[in-house]
């Protein structure tokens, strides 16, 4: 079978874990093997990773699975049930099953509650800085996870390093990104008192090797790799004041009937900024035009959906195309949204990058990354059109192609547009120069223009090929691609 294979860039993942710790205090160390499922951990050799551009499967982490961790508030969490475990808790069940959230006690016992039970942490809050609902931030995580997984070559699971900007009393994202993968974090914050909180939450959890909390100011740079002496970081997370005003943030308070400045609504230190949240982020996009690719994806929550618009614009009037949106939903309670960006050509899928289901939010989409390009009902015959894929795309000059049997997948990458008809022409003309050109190739077999995968799956219902964008920056060569091999397969449908 046609498969020339060639080294998949690594995407440096443990590097940057040995140089994120590296030059700090010696307060953060790199995440022991104790505390990442090995087998996620494969070296980079060519043929033997397996491309992640698909949505992950399930990876044990050292105490559930991915699995465990995507389901957990699928539903809304079990009050009754919970309280039968949790004496703490019983106490603010009502007659009813139910809890009142007007109740400040009773919502910060609920988050201590769930983050024992689903993950085995403990966390002290004061009463004063806001109380994060579990099941918000950790759709957060479940995100990113995904963004990460399936804009990488590397199998998921691996030891990656990130940048909570504002981690709050709580420093709930790096509680929660620690216990789910073999991550460390880096947790700033510019208010005294949560800054203790965060610092004892951190140690209370025995995580002061994974998580290092680093105070900062109002003037300081958001994302503080060159004052931290850090070369690069795999993520930046944050969940950004979004109040414009003071007054803003006590009329939603009176509309949820919350009592203002309690572990229900924030300080205004945490919850009120300049500008809102569009002028916090925008900062963020400002100093990641500067520090680009040190950090692999930048990312925000945000409370307002035309933040996600007016930001959105922002991106693509500096020319980032490559860009995820998503939203975030309680059962019926508020949404929220995020946004991540990434200055590398590594894609993400479709349901990490395009999670936005209404149809008025169409335009803050980036690009679709599948393209599907044949489609045969069940029980056709597979093995002629694994073999017209691995025919056609063979015989393209690739500088690498190859073909997983077993998982029915092929991943290629290409310098240029060797499927277009100029393309071969041009070759032929060239020819007499063959020599020259191969060595010129040879030279930048590094660059790629357009990763893709073919993925056929074959189900109950039929079988279908999909050609998924996982690299480059051009969305006409994935289109152009996807129009070739549409070509190349049509007849098979008939
Ligand atoms: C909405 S709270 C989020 C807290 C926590 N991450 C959470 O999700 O529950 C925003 C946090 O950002 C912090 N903050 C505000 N400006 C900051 C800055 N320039 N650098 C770092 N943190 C900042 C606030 O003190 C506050 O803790």
């Known amino acids: ?21 590296a030059p700090t205090d010696g307060t953060l160390q790199p995440a022991t093997a104790g505390n990442g499922p090995e087998s996620a951990l494969h070296p980079d050799k060519p043929g ?10 399930s990876i044990a982490s050292p105490y559930k699975t991915d699995q465990f961790y995507r389901n957990l508030y699928f539903k809304e969490p079990n009050f009754r049930e919970l309280a039968r475990k949790d004496a703490g808790f019983a106490r603010f069940i009502k007659q009813n099953g139910q809890l009142d959230f007007t109740d400040p006690a009773a919502v910060m016992q609920l988050t201590k509650s769930l983050l024992m039970a689903n993950f085995g942490l403990k966390i002290e809050l004061p009463d004063d800085r806001l109380c994060p609902p579990v099941p918000n931030r950790h759709n957060y995580i479940l995100w990113l996870k995904n963004l990460l997984d399936t804009s990488s070559y590397q199998q998921p699971g691996g030891k990656l390093c990130g940048l ?19 991550w460390c974090f880096i947790a700033t914050d510019i208010d005294a008192r949560s800054l203790s909180y965060a610092r004892q939450n951190v140690s209370l959890n025995g995580l002061d090797n994974r998580i290092r909390v680093v105070q900062r100011s109002t003037t300081d740079h958001l994302i503080p790799l060159d004052d931290l002496g850090i070369p690069s970081i795999d993520f930046v997370m944050m969940n950004p004041p979004f109040y414009i005003s003071e007054n803003e943030m006590l009329s939603s308070a009176n509309k949820k009937s919350r009592p203002p400045h309690s572990a229900c609504t924030g300080a205004p230190v945490e919850m009120v900024c300049d500008g809102g949240e569009v002028a916090y982020v925008g900062r963020m996009v400002q100093e990641s035009l ?10 925000s929550m945000l409370g307002k959906v035309t933040s996600l618009e007016a930001l959105v614009e922002q991106l693509r009037a500096n020319n980032i195309d490559n860009y995820a949106v998503t939203e975030f939903v309680q059962g019926n309670k508020t949404k929220r949204w995020a946004l991540g960006w990434s200055f590398g050509p590594m894609r993400p899928d479709d349901d990490a990058a395009r999670g936005i289901k209404a149809a008025i939010w169409k335009k803050v989409l980036p690009p679709v990354v599948r393209m599907d390009l044949l489609a045969l009902p069940a029980f056709s015959e597979v093995g002629r059109v694994i073999k017209r894929i691995t025919d056609v ?31 071969r022409r041009k070759k032929m003309r060239d020819m007499a120069v063959e020599e020259a050109q191969s060595a010129a190739i040879d030279a930048s077999e590094e660059d790629c223009r357009l990763g893709f995968a073919i993925l056929v799956d074959v189900g109950m219902a039929g079988t279908t090929v999909t050609l998924r964008w996982v690299e480059g920056h051009e969305q006409s060569l994935f289109e152009s691609l996807g129009g070739f091999l549409q070509g190349k397969l049509k007849d098979l449908a008939g």
């Open 1 to 21: 079978m046609a498969s020339r294979k060639r080294k998949i860039p690594n995407d440096k993942s443990a590097r940057l874990e040995a140089e994120v710790q």
């Open 48 to 57: 033997s990773v397996r491309p992640h551009y698909e949505s992950p499967g």
């Open 164 to 182: 909570d900007v504002g981690t709050g009393a709580s420093c709930i994202y790096p509680l929660l990104g620690t216990a789910q993968r073999p």
């Open 290 to 299: 500067v520090m680009r690719d040190r950090v692999k994806w930048y990312t």
């Open 393 to 423: 795309v063979g015989s393209l000059e690739l500088s690498s192609w190859t073909w997983e049997t077993q998982a029915l997948k092929g991943v290629g990458r290409a310098r240029e547009n060797v499927w277009c008809r100029a393309w």
